[in-house]
């Protein structure tokens, strides 16, 4: 039978309860990672995630946090050694859209943005970073976008968040390689999940024919790419942003 890729290691993923988070989280149990996972308001999906992890003969640990939240992030990692004994993981994926002209653009939407996407991705990596430090191992994937390399118009917002993040992951791979932390971003195209759901058939259309390869991803195909990230087979690769967008930013 094949090794699980990620047996014995302890994980928390933020935004676990859908989408691309919910796939991540899957995907790494199934890859036999125990598995901490974050949501700020769905605590029925969370419930019914925790479940089917159970059904997997896992051990969830479902979390409210808002990510914004500093000292929350702090409490998170503290509970998660407490419970499992040890942190091995963390997949940043968190994250919202309020896309509008800047015209149009309050300064709340500007800050629930750059303060969730960006600030939030400071909180827990900043909660973590001292245990991979101290135990001279560690593993970070942030879920970018390609939003942040070849951005569209109306999103200012979260173009400079999740172009902030891949300036994070590549300062912060440099930073730690030394201590056996790598540090790596994805940045996914249009993904179906409720994020891209309030599209019209119109923009879906329009995107469609932007993609060279004619379809959205899937949570699945992101979830696949931060496992390579998280397993040995990538060891070699640090600070780098991987575009996973059929072929959108060429
Ligand atoms: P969804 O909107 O489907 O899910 C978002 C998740 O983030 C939910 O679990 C939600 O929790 C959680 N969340 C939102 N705000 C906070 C907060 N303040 N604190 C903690 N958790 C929060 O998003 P996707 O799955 O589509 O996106 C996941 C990530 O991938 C995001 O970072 C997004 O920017 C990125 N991405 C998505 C793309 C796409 O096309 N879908 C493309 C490129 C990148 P709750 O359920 O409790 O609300």
Redesign the pocket.
Known sequence: MKKKLLLDKVAIV?????????AIVLALCEEGAECAF?????RS??ESLAEEIRRMGGRPLPVQ????DFEGAKTLVERVKQEFGRLDILVN?????KDKSLMMMSKEDWSDVID??LT?VFNTTRACIITFLKQKSGNIVT?????GIHPLPGQVN?AAA?AGVIGFTKSLAKEVAPYNIRVNAV??????????SAFGEKTRGKFLNMIPLKR?GT?DE?AKTVLFLLGDESQYITGQAIQLDGGLGI
């Open positions: 933020t935004g676990g309860t859908r989408g691309i988070g919910r974050t949501y700020v308001s769905n999906s969370a946090l808002d990510v914004r994926n968190a994250g919202i859209t969730t996407n939030g879920i970018s976008s390609v939003s979260y999740k940045a996914p195209g249009f993904v179906d999940t409720e994020m891209t959205f949570a992101v």
